[in-house]
């Protein structure tokens, strides 16, 4: 068994992917057609390279709400395409990121409609595909904390299994996370758990600090500059918050030698210093990567071995926003899972030798 195969047939989690990042090209130009947008078919081409210095993903996010999305089938569409191409990279659970507001505001379609597409298609894709779906609504910090607030209350009125919690992301520059404490704390108060992209696009360590400490999540998307406060971080370790990280982080293939890239990326520092982290997709088809190639770029870009790759599983299994009964029994089935890979993966490498 190659390192290759192993990483592909591990049983996965994945935690941090947003839902409008996994459109597919032929999906998108689809419904680039369907609504006669004024996006050409070079724009479509552009929005789908990624280049050394990658660009762009946000255009194809907001394009999506300003005239594509318009229909909960348009939703159950992009939701059962997700998660059939997490499962064929043996994915069992998935929670995955949404921003109503952009699409309540740009689309005209109200959360709960579009939630019902969604609910829809994390059922099929269950049945038809063995995959655990679940939604987490996320604050667009581009908007206004009124905004924020309101999001939450339609996910707070709208209650059901398939949604576990909230998140934010877009932009995080010049939107520090203080600016949407309310509206954490009335997830909170209303049961959900709850998550926030900080210290991502360079923005300071001190963003995951107030995430921490102010809006008290269960968890931190990206998270990288914490490695610039190491007592920070070791109060994070202590705590045993988990970094949801993603290797194909854009900002640092923007800013960093390509030849330093991989030797000076803050995930390839976050575990020494105690943090557990948990490898993810993003932003898959527009980052072209899969889940097995996240798991990939910690081996050979970061140098992670076999035995880290496992503590990460288990990392992962940890934030999941599932009960303890489940999460006990997945972590002996994955990590066996995981362990008779490697027992093939080494046997072969002996052959080999």
């Given at each position: 068994?190659?390192?290759?195969?192993?990483?592909?047939?591990?049983?996965?989690?994945?935690?941090?992917?947003?839902?409008?990042?996994?459109?597919?090209?032929?999906?998108?130009?689809?419904?680039?057609?369907?609504?006669?947008?004024?996006?050409?078919?070079?724009?479509?081409?552009?929005?789908?390279?990624?280049?050394?210095?990658?660009?762009?993903?946000l255009r194809v996010l907001r394009a999506l709400d300003a005239w594509l999305l318009r229909t909960p089938d348009d939703f159950h569409r992009l939701t059962y395409e997700y998660?059939?191409?997490?499962?064929?990279?043996?994915?069992?659970?998935?929670?995955?990121?949404?921003?109503?507001?952009?699409?309540?505001?740009?689309?005209?379609?109200?959360?709960?409609?579009?939630?019902?597409?969604?609910?829809?298609?994390?059922?099929?894709?269950?049945?038809?595909?063995?995959?655990?779906?679940?939604?987490?609504?996320?604050?667009?910090?581009?908007?206004?904390?009124?905004?924020?607030?309101?999001?939450?209350?339609?996910?707070?009125?709208?209650?059901?299994?398939?949604?576990?919690?909230?998140?934010?992301?877009?932009?995080?520059?010049?939107?520090?996370?203080?600016?949407?404490?309310?509206?954490?704390?009335?997830?909170?108060?209303?049961?959900?758990?709850?998550?926030?992209?900080?210290?991502?696009?360079?923005?300071?360590?001190?963003?995951?600090?107030?995430?921490?400490?102010?809006?008290?999540?269960?968890?931190?998307?990206?998270?990288?500059?914490?490695?610039?406060?190491?007592?920070?971080?070791?109060?994070?370790?202590?705590?045993?918050?988990?970094?949801?990280?993603?290797?194909?982080?854009?900002?640092?293939?923007?800013?960093?030698?390509?030849?330093?890239?991989?030797?000076?990326?803050?995930?390839?520092?976050?575990?020494?210093?105690?943090?557990?982290?948990?490898?993810?997709?993003?932003?898959?088809?527009?980052?072209?990567?899969?889940?097995?190639?996240?798991?990939?770029?910690?081996?050979?870009?970061?140098?992670?071995?076999?035995?880290?790759?496992?503590?990460?599983?288990?990392?992962?299994?940890?934030?999941?926003?599932?009960?303890?009964?489940?999460?006990?029994?997945?972590?002996?089935?994955?990590?066996?899972?995981?362990?008779?890979?490697?027992?093939?993966?080494?046997?072969?490498?002996?052959?080999?030798?």
């Amino acid at each position: 068994m190659t390192l290759d195969e192993l990483l592909h047939q591990m049983p996965k989690v994945e935690l941090h992917c947003h839902l409008l990042g996994t459109v597919r090209r032929g999906t998108f130009t689809e419904l680039v057609q369907r609504a006669g947008a004024p996006i050409t078919g070079e724009e479509i081409a552009a929005f789908y390279t990624r280049g050394e210095k990658p660009v762009g993903v946000l255009r194809v996010l907001r394009a999506l709400d300003a005239w594509l999305l318009r229909t909960p089938d348009d939703f159950h569409r992009l939701t059962y395409e997700y998660l059939q191409d997490a499962a064929a990279h043996h994915v069992r659970y998935a929670e995955f990121f949404w921003n109503p507001t952009g699409t309540a505001r740009e689309g005209g379609l109200p959360y709960a409609r579009a939630l019902q597409g969604i609910r829809a298609a994390i059922a099929d894709a269950g049945k038809a595909l063995g995959i655990t779906g679940r939604l987490v609504p996320a604050i667009d910090r581009e908007a206004s904390p009124r905004d924020a607030e309101e999001m939450v209350g339609w996910v707070l009125a709208e209650r059901c299994d398939e949604v576990v919690g909230i998140g934010i992301d877009y932009r995080e520059v010049d939107r520090p996370p203080e600016l949407f404490a309310e509206a954490y704390r009335m997830a909170r108060a209303g049961g959900l758990k709850t998550t926030a992209h900080a210290g991502e696009f360079g923005m300071p360590w001190t963003n995951v600090r107030t995430a921490v400490e102010l809006l008290q999540v269960d968890r931190i998307d990206h998270g990288y500059t914490v490695v610039d406060a190491p007592d920070f971080a070791r109060q994070c370790a202590e705590r045993g918050i988990v970094f949801t990280v993603v290797p194909t982080n854009s900002y640092y293939l923007r800013t960093l030698p390509p030849e330093r890239w991989a030797l000076d990326h803050p995930i390839r520092r976050m575990p020494g210093l105690g943090l557990r982290v948990h490898p993810n997709t993003d932003d898959p088809t527009l980052h072209h990567v899969n889940p097995t190639g996240a798991w990939r770029m910690m081996v050979q870009d970061f140098g992670f071995d076999l035995p880290a790759l496992r503590g990460f599983m288990a990392n992962g299994l940890d934030a999941a926003w599932i009960d303890d009964g489940t999460r006990r029994a997945w972590r002996v089935e994955h990590l066996a899972a995981f362990d008779a890979l490697c027992a093939r993966h080494q046997a072969g490498a002996g052959q080999q030798a």
